[in-house]
């Protein structure tokens, strides 16, 4: 009896989620038709060179999965475009500076709210369409590979570096670019690798690593490198 009520719960929550995307499949169109043509025509030509490396052959595929990635940068710039309006509503009210700050703080935590739900949807419609090495193929697309480009400075700054501090900074770099990947704007995708950089350079600083004279030793053998 248990098992069978697992396992309705296991259904229901499949086609919850199957009605979640086919709604925002059929939002798709009408979303984009409520963009800028300028900014449309930017978000087609960055996503059409996320998709490429994919090599999809299949040319349906292609264009759901360049759908998806696109909806997602209109979702986003949506959302940051409607926070905003709400910010400038209040900065040109009649607010105390005090309300004035906890009213912009309670927008924030909206919008938040807002990013938080829409990130299991995307991510769910990709891995709906591609494989777990594709899936991340977009994700380090959107956020111009800097997971890669921080992890090959780590381990180049840092040739002694044990298997297991490799592996606990790329679990933290893949989490910083899970985060990045809602990031409106450049500026915030690299804030999330930022943050994480300072978490990173905390851990091996404790493991008794003074990064301080590992950068300037880096700085130096990549100098000498170039005679």
């Known amino acids: 009896m248990e098992m069978r009520k697992g ?12 009605a979640t995307l086919q709604f925002a499949s059929a939002q798709f169109k009408s979303t984009k038709a409520e963009q800028d043509p300028a900014y449309v025509k930017v978000i087609e030509q960055r996503v059409a060179k996320i998709v490429a490396p994919l090599h999809l052959t299949n040319a349906a ?32 009210g ?41 899936v991340a193929e977009v994700k380090d697309g959107m956020t111009y590979h800097t997971l890669e480009v921080t992890y090959k400075a780590y381990t180049d700054m840092l040739p002694d570096l044990t298997g297991k501090q490799k592996k606990q900074i790329m679990a933290w770099l893949v989490e910083a670019r899970e985060h990045a990947i809602d990031g409106g704007s450049s500026k915030e995708k690299h804030a999330w690798f930022g943050k994480y950089k300072g978490r990173i ?12 004279e590992a950068e300037i030793a880096w700085k130096k053998r990549r100098e000498s490198a170039k005679l």
């Open 61 to 92: 595929k292609q264009q759901k999965v360049q759908n998806v990635i696109e909806q997602q940068y209109f979702d986003l710039n949506k959302i940051d475009a409607d926070e905003q309006k709400a910010i400038d509503a209040i900065n040109q």
């Open 7 to 18: 396992f309705s719960r296991l259904i229901l929550l499949v086609v919850a989620l199957g």
């Open 94 to 134: 009649q607010l105390s500076k005090g309300a004035q700050k906890d009213a912009i703080a309670a927008t924030k935590s909206r919008t938040d709210a807002k990013v938080a739900a829409l990130h299991p949807v995307f991510v769910a419609r990709l891995n709906q369409l591609l494989n777990k090495d594709q």
């Open 201 to 212: 350079n905390n851990y091996l600083s404790k493991a008794g690593i003074d990064m301080k």
